[in-house]
């Protein structure tokens, strides 16, 4: 079959013209069900789309029509062995990665500032993680993922890790040299895998950074309803190995996804693939050249900024320009602060912020008007809406901490208490805190705590900086294993 066609979404739109009458799942039978307001909105042709599982629109699980189809053609449109279509996001993705890749005990080097669902996946699995300390750019105000260097001196003093598991684009959009990580590890007989998630168009342009399917990883997980055009919840994994069962992948990917999976999001998924491949090369010229000319205006205001792919390059990183970081010191304001602000007053929403950045992702669907809009509101802002400087940092504590027990134990098998976050040092933990900032974990079940850990949160909860994790409105006690 040819690129410019859509064999899962043709027969999902073929069956719903037919008008069938249901009686299947879901309840809503054909959208007759919906409630009225919902259905005024939206319109009632989807619902004939919404389906479940029967020959005529295949299975998920065992796949031998029009979804056996599209991911193939889709294998074939990222230059991979085998593509599997996933309908619980990224985050099923990297626990299938851990569960494929890796039996329990075994270990895989891993950057701190990973998603929380490779912690997930770790849990899942049984395997050790080797934690490496993320590179703090204290100028840009923004954590970089896992240099060649520092997996090449991970593998050397860990040389029984299984695998290596990278984050690239990070939330930023900052790309690690994956050619080079993937040089290091198959020289090594190691496994790469990699969190795409913010990645999926990369293939696509010429002028983007390279992505994870053409640098050699052996599996990776894109989520393509972030930057193309699937419907949330709609991403895919890519495999290409010499190293892992390819079976036994599929085996995993059915035992982690639901088996009522939404239509909608498969046949949009075989869609965004389709159109990447004819027109993303086009698509994206135009959204990195509306990128860039925001980029230019927001680096002409007085507080705020906006890192170059220039400003990465000489770092020795690469940058998916059609992220924008746009920091707010200078502003008075946290990001979080700016967001809201941004909401509330211009009905503009970023997709995330932290302490010193908000992050505007562009994708597929992005156009001028819509920069414009942003360019306008944070121009407006410039004027309007200062606060007092804060001398804020970007730092974290040292996280490559000693691990005495496997996360999963931790998770399934052991009692925990609580002690006071004073008196904590010593103490196994047995819960995550991921202060944000910088979003990354300082605590993972299992590993030690350090005083230094401790006089970072005591830090932070001075600040009334939220942890995720902690219970309660200010952080006093941890979890921690009970040996009894």
Same mark, same amino acid.
């Given at each position: ?394 730092? $974290? =504590? @040292? ?6 027990? %496997?996360?999963?134990?931790?998770? +399934?098998?052991? &009692?925990?208490? #609580? !002690? ?23 605590? $993972? =079940? @299992? ?6 850990? %401790?006089?970072?949160?005591?830090? +932070?909860?001075? &600040?009334?900086? #939220? !942890? ?17």
């Amino acid at each position: 079959m040819k690129q410019n066609n859509a064999p899962l979404f043709d027969t999902v739109l073929n069956h719903a013209k037919n008008r069938v009458t249901s009686f299947h799942t879901p309840g809503h039978k054909n959208g007759r069900g919906i409630d009225k307001r919902l259905r005024s909105f939206t319109g009632r042709n989807m619902y004939y789309m919404d389906v479940t599982v029967f020959p005529e629109v295949d299975s998920l699980h065992d796949p031998m029509g029009p979804i056996k189809k599209a991911q193939q053609l889709l294998a074939k449109a990222y230059g991979v062995e085998h593509s599997f279509f996933l309908v619980n996001g990224s985050s099923v993705g990297n626990m299938i990665m851990f569960l494929a890749a890796c039996q329990p005990g075994d270990s895989v080097i891993i950057s701190r500032n990973a998603h929380k669902s490779a912690m997930s996946g770790i849990v899942l699995s049984g395997v050790w993680p080797i934690w490496v300390q993320p590179k703090v750019d204290q100028n840009l105000d923004i954590l970089f993922d896992s240099s060649p260097e520092q997996v090449e001196d991970a593998l050397r003093r860990f040389p029984e890790a299984k695998a290596v598991f990278i984050t690239s684009p990070t939330y930023n959009g900052v790309t690690t040299d994956l050619v080079k990580i993937a040089e290091i590890c198959h020289s090594n007989d190691k496994i790469l895998l990699v969190d795409e998630a913010h990645g999926p168009h990369l293939k696509f342009n010429k002028n983007l950074p390279i992505s994870a399917v053409e640098a050699g990883a052996d599996m990776c997980v894109q989520s393509t309803h972030k930057i193309l055009s699937a419907l949330s919840q709609g991403s895919v994994l890519h495999f290409q190995s010499d190293l892992i069962d390819v079976s036994r992948v599929r085996r995993v990917v059915s035992l982690l996804q639901t088996t009522s999976p939404s239509y909608l999001t498969l046949a949009s998924l075989d869609l965004a693939r389709r159109q990447a491949v004819m027109q993303g090369e086009r698509l994206f010229n135009k959204v990195m050249r509306w990128a860039e000319y925001g980029r230019k205006q927001i680096n002409t205001l007085k507080h705020f900024s906006c890192p170059s792919r220039k400003d990465i390059l000489r770092r020795g990183y690469d940058l998916d320009v059609t992220k924008l970081t746009i920091n707010v010191t200078r502003t008075g304001h946290s990001g979080h602060e700016m967001e809201a602000l941004l909401a509330k007053e211009y009905d503009i929403q970023v997709d995330a912020a932290d302490l010193f950045n908000l992050i505007a992702i562009m994708g597929i669907g992005s156009d001028k008007s819509d920069v414009e809009k942003l360019v306008s509101a944070l121009e407006d802002i410039d004027e309007k809406y200062l606060g007092e400087a804060r001398n804020w940092v970007l730092q $974290i =504590p @040292g996280l490559t901490t000693e691990m005495v027990m %496997v996360p999963r134990d931790v998770f +399934l098998l052991y &009692k925990s208490k #609580r !002690v006071p976050l004073s008196k904590a040092a010593g103490h196994i933990s047995a819960q995550a805190l991921t202060p944000y900032p910088p979003g990354i974990p300082v605590l $993972i =079940p @299992g590993e030690r705590i350090t005083q230094e850990i %401790v006089d970072y949160l005591e830090d +932070l909860a001075e &600040k009334d900086i #939220r !942890v995720a994790g902690q219970e309660g409105e200010t952080l006093r006690t941890i979890k921690v294993v009970s040996m009894r």
